[in-house]
């Protein structure tokens, strides 16, 4: 039987965890659950009959009475469950077999398996979280990092959503009120002093900004920060790269042009992740193919957050290039061999080291952790990381910016709430309160199975 996965009188099934490991969890949940779980369940205490937030051990047993697997069933009541319905948990041994006997057997008592992300969608549907915590879920799944993992888990906390709230409260008391200055029109009544109405519009728009501007460092601490690692040909780009990563992931030659094409390779460092590119030499080449390695090395160069000029000391020069506002640019004179390293206080000398010898690498990293500045960052600190969040965030901030203006020049009240009301619009689509089935697909649609 087909059905349409945001149906959700379905009970779905999936598993949670992944196989191969001692154990693995398998999530039923929905209207049918426990029952589904009581027909395959054979233990001292039927499911039907126990209360939620209890485990229960016994066996998963065959129609005919041939045990398939000894298992450990968590069970969860309605309302009081992750998705709101009744839902079970079942730890079985973590057999391929098993596993698939297990969601073959559910699926013929009625259960229909999960879609990615369906468990956390219904979580949604059913007001346990908004959208931004729903999508926290997956970046906590994902996180990489230390720094990832806590950005995450505040934002699955609900800290994020608390902020957005507040300002949505704020500017819906303000709409209300504007919206009643038009029923007494005639009477010339003002029940939004306009003095307190644009104190609190200039208030929300500072936050509104914090946040967008929050995006630049949230972005780098989820999907790592990108250093592209530009130089001449032959000043040990690679050698470098290799270093820092800890793994010969670039391949290392006395031949000038060895590179042609981008590197990736990745590293943490005191809790985040750098994502190092190594890129071919810069130099004029008749070689086409040398030629368009020399292409991405300026698209990478585009895209990066830090530029790590690196020329050798037998060259300790370094070609112009252009670094962008939003760019860190550190400099390194490599193949000093032996030699005592560039004091790491003066930010601006380039730094001394010996790729090849494994020589002033701790300080390149002090230096590369530095250009990333979270010192002002906490456990709670919210910190955007979304690029939906980010784009609706600047369509709200320009909202506010026109709702300011209006205020300015003395606009009637209905132009001034419509702004404010589109501001609401957009804070509402980081939340999940305006929102379309488009978007929700596209959301949960990258979500794990099981979640």
Excluded at 69 to 80: G, I, K, N, S, Y
Excluded at 131 to 141: F, G, N, P
Excluded at 170 to 175: E, G, I, S, V
Excluded at 407 to 430: A, V
Aim: glycine content about 6%; overall charge negative.
């Amino acid at each position: 039987m087909s059905l349409h996965h945001y149906d959700t009188d379905t009970t779905i099934v999936a598993p949670a965890t992944a196989t191969g490991g001692a154990v693995v969890v398998v999530r039923m949940s929905g209207p049918q659950a426990i029952t589904i779980a009581d027909n395959l369940y054979n233990g001292r205490t039927k499911l039907s009959e126990a209360k939620g937030y209890t485990l229960h051990y016994g066996d998963i047993v065959y129609s005919n009475g041939e045990i398939l697997d000894d298992v450990v069933v968590a069970l969860f009541r309605a309302p009081h469950s992750y998705t709101g319905d009744d839902t079970v948990e079942v730890t079985l041994h973590g057999s391929e077999y098993i596993v698939s006997e297990f969601l073959r057997l559910a699926v013929e008592q009625g259960a229909v398996m999960a879609t990615p992300g369906e468990f956390t969608r219904r979580a949604f549907l059913a007001g346990k979280m908004d959208l931004s915590r729903a999508e926290a879920v997956a970046d906590i799944i994902a996180s990489d990092s230390q720094w990832s993992h806590n950005v995450a888990s505040t934002q699955m906390r609900g800290s994020y959503s608390e902020r957005l709230s507040t300002m949505r409260d704020q500017l819906l008391k303000l709409c209300s009120l504007l919206e009643l200055e038009l029923d007494f029109s005639e009477e010339d009544v003002e029940f939004a002093n306009r003095t307190e109405l644009h104190k609190m519009l200039k208030s929300i728009a500072a936050e509104v900004t914090a946040l967008k501007s929050s995006f630049a460092l949230g972005n780098a601490l989820k999907n790592g920060v990108t250093v592209a690692i530009i130089g001449e040909p032959n000043v040990g780009k690679s050698t470098l790269l290799n270093a820092l990563v800890e793994d010969d992931r670039a391949m290392v030659s006395d031949i000038a042009g060895t590179t042609r094409d981008t590197i990736e390779a990745t590293t943490i460092i005191d809790g985040i992740r750098y994502r190092f590119i190594d890129t071919a030499g810069l130099r004029t080449t008749d070689d086409k193919l040398e030629q368009m390695g020399i292409d991405r090395t300026y698209r990478a160069m585009e895209n990066a957050q830090i530029i790590l000029h690196v020329a050798a000391l037998d060259n300790p020069t370094f070609e112009e290039v252009t670094i962008l506002p939003h760019q860190k640019y550190l400099r390194v004179i490599n193949k000093v061999d032996h030699k005592t390293n560039a004091p790491i206080a003066d930010d601006d000398a380039p730094l001394s080291l010996s790729a090849k010898y494994n020589e002033g690498i701790a300080s390149l990293r002090l230096r590369l952790r530095a250009c990333t500045d979270t010192q002002h960052l906490n456990s709670s600190s919210v910190v955007v990381t979304n690029m939906r969040h980010y784009t609706a965030l600047t369509k709200a901030l320009e909202s506010l910016e026109m709702a300011l203006r209006a205020m300015e020049m003395n606009f009637p009240s209905d132009l001034l709430s419509e702004d404010i009301r589109q501001t609401l619009h957009h804070l509402g689509e980081i939340t999940g309160d305006i929102t379309s089935e488009d978007i929700l697909q596209t959301i949960f649609s990258k979500f794990c199975i099981g979640k």
